[in-house]
């Protein structure tokens, strides 16, 4: 039995988030928001020591920590709306596809599940389905590929502010990367033959 997931699947529960579509797109937007706000924090800290504490101008410190308490507040807010809106379109995805799954078994002839001692085809099987793999895909929609674009986006502003900051430092980091993950790649995948 092949077990590689068919994209053509994927597609089909890509469809399902249609009708949230407006709300996808403003839980896109505060994630965007929220890792820039991460991302400044950086940079505010760097502010403060630089003109504020080496500098000893005590109204630039103040005038950094202002901003910083600003960014912090933008970032709660955010984090906040975001949680709320991922969470929501997680649990409409997996009541809508329990109400689908549901609404076909409605429609099955009852000798389908008179003989339902096929494979896959068990009574616990079909509840398992109903229930435990609509909720797997609500986790997954819910909050793991939004935690996901988060740690993406904020790699990405993350190396982009190193580089401008500091090039010569972060090329040397950068260079370190490939030394750290290959050999988790290598035991990872010895580990998973094993």
């Avoid at 928001?33 to 080496?54: K, N, P």
């Avoid at 190193?162 to 050999?183: C, K, Y």
């Amino acid at each position: 039995m092949n077990s590689r997931p068919d994209p053509r699947v994927l597609l089909r529960l890509l469809g399902l988030l249609a009708p949230y579509r407006w709300r996808l797109a403003l839980a896109a937007l505060v994630l965007l928001v929220a890792s820039g706000s991460v991302l400044l924090l950086g940079q505010g800290l760097r502010l403060m020591i630089d003109r504020g504490f080496m500098a000893a101008d005590s109204a630039a410190l103040g005038r950094t920590l202002g901003l910083m308490l600003a960014v912090v507040a933008v970032l709660a807010m955010a984090s906040a709306l975001r949680y709320y809106l991922v969470t929501w379109i997680g649990e409409r995805l997996a009541a809508d596809l329990r109400r689908r799954v549901f609404d076909h078994l409605l429609t099955l002839e009852p000798g389908f599940f008179e003989s339902a001692q096929a494979p896959g085809q068990a009574a616990g099987e079909i509840v398992s389905r109903l229930t435990a793999d609509t909720s797997v895909l609500q986790s997954l929609f819910g909050s793991s590929v939004s935690l996901a674009l988060r740690n993406l986006l904020m790699l990405i502003g993350a190396v982009a502010l190193m580089l401008l900051t500091q090039p010569w430092l972060s090329a040397i980091v950068l260079l370190g990367i490939p030394a750290t993950v290959l050999p988790i790649l290598w035991f990872g995948r010895r580990v998973r033959r094993l």
